[in-house]
């Protein structure tokens, strides 16, 4: 098996369990190897430090998938490993739907794969991940008799990999528009179009929260996609509820949301730019008793990170100037480049500029079924923050 050889000095990174190698920290490579190769890594005086695969194309040299030297990367191994995963989820009551690999987190670097009850969203974002595509559908044939599993590549950071962006059924054809059960709601769900893997599986231990603060109260949601947040609002008994997504077929699947569960008469649903109406809005002194804001990633790169910190500012200045005094504002975001408290510092200085009082309410992460390694930095990505303004 090809060596790699770590520089004498190992970042700390790596001994703290983080599974990425990048180039610049590797001294050599015994062999000339092809991309997804299974290579072992070594320090400089050739102690064992694990198994992965390794792809010479990629910044991300070798990312890896076992430190137990006794353990083959065959079949086998990535059928153990969804069925460790599985059996984590079930545990913690994930049954359903849930986000049931969660790469670096179930220790199988860039692979996603998502259950919505008997079908399967897969995502293979790197080259050596990419190549065990037919055992990991293989290991859920066998661990699930799925009725059907979708493959959604279609993702930019698969070229980084030398990858082509794809989707496309992995099992025999079925129809990709699903409903799915959360909380007791009904769900369209588009597979093969819906955004990232059809549904924001993240955000559904969250969504209950609206239930504390949602009865009677008139809602603003931003950035609503299919109406999740919105249908839940309505459902836990909120007045009225108005629901904007700039993405004209989100708004579209957020009535049809809204309809399934027979709440259409309390959401109506509008495609706008949230921070367009934001801010009329705001200057025309509009008032909610709960307004909720799940924006998008503002950045993927950290050279732009400031240009997102201007974004999250921006939106949350405006949602609390609508807010109603002891109202409550839901927020959220979902790039781990903006850490927890870096977060908090943003709502506080918008609030200092709306010259609002916040209380807390709460302060979450991601659902569960999302878990989160401490020494795997980028496995923490999503806030999600009420506070009643006062
Ligand atoms: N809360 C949703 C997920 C939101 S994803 C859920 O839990 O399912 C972010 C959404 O923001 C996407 O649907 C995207 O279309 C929308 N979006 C992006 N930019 C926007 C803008 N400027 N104005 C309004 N919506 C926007």
Same mark, same amino acid.
């Not at 919505?116 to 293979?124: C, E, G, R, S």
């Not at 769900?189 to 231990?205: A, C, I, R, S």
């Not at 949601?221 to 919105?230: D, R």
């Not at 950290?302 to 500012?313: D, H, L």
């Given at each position: ?258 309809? &399934?569960? !027979?709440?259409?008469? %309390?959401?109506?649903?509008?495609? $706008? ?6 801010? @009329?809005? =705001? ?33 949350? &200045?405006? !949602?609390?100037?609508? %807010?109603?005094?002891?109202?409550? $504002? ?6 781990? @480049?903006? =850490? ?51």
């Amino acid at each position: 098996m090809t060596k790699v050889y770590l520089k004498a000095k190992i970042s700390r990174r790596i001994e703290n369990g983080h599974p990425w190698i990048f180039q610049n920290e590797v001294k050599t490579v015994s062999d000339t190897c092809s991309g997804g190769e299974i290579v072992e890594v070594v320090t400089a005086d050739n102690k064992f430090v694990g198994k992965g695969y390794i792809n010479p194309k990629s910044q991300i040299l070798v990312r890896l998938l076992t430190r137990n030297r006794n353990e083959e990367i065959n079949e086998q191994f990535f059928y153990n490993r969804i069925r460790e995963a599985w059996e984590y989820r079930k545990r913690l009551g994930y049954t359903e739907n849930c986000r049931l690999v969660y790469g670096e987190a179930d220790y199988l670097p860039a692979l996603i794969i998502d259950k919505f009850n008997d079908y399967f969203v897969l995502q293979t974002m790197a080259l050596g991940i990419d190549q065990w595509k037919g055992a990991i559908v293989e290991a859920l044939n066998k661990i699930f008799q799925p009725k059907g599993i979708y493959e959604r590549n279609d993702v930019p950071v698969r070229e980084l990999e030398g990858l082509t962006q794809q989707k496309g059924f992995l099992s025999a054809p079925f129809d990709p528009a699903i409903i799915i059960k959360e909380n007791g709601l009904h769900f369209h769900v588009d597979l093969e179009n819906g955004q990232k893997t059809g549904y924001f599986l993240d955000q559904q231990d969250n969504r209950r929260w609206l239930h504390a603060i949602a009865k009677g109260a008139e809602v603003l949601e931003c950035f609503c996609y299919t109406g999740t947040f919105s249908v839940h609002a309505a459902s836990y008994g909120a007045k009225s509820v108005k629901g904007i997504d700039i993405s004209e077929k989100a708004v579209g699947q957020a009535r049809r949301n809204a309809a &399934l569960n !027979g709440l259409d008469s %309390v959401c109506s649903f509008e495609a $706008l730019n949230a921070f367009d109406v934001l801010k @009329l809005w =705001a200057r025309e002194k509009k008032g909610y008793d709960v307004v909720i804001l799940d924006p998008p990633a503002f950045t993927k790169s950290r050279e732009n990170i400031q240009k997102a910190i201007t974004g999250y500012k921006e939106i949350n &200045l405006r !949602g609390m100037q609508l %807010v109603r005094p002891g109202g409550f $504002l839901v927020t959220a975001s979902c790039t781990n @480049l903006i =850490a927890p408290d870096l977060f908090y510092g943003i709502i506080e200085l918008a609030a200092k500029d709306a010259r609002r009082k916040l209380r807390q309410v709460t302060f979450q992460t991601q659902s569960g079924d999302h878990p989160i390694i401490k020494g795997i930095e980028n496995t923490q990505y999503l806030k999600f923050l009420i506070v009643q303004v006062e």
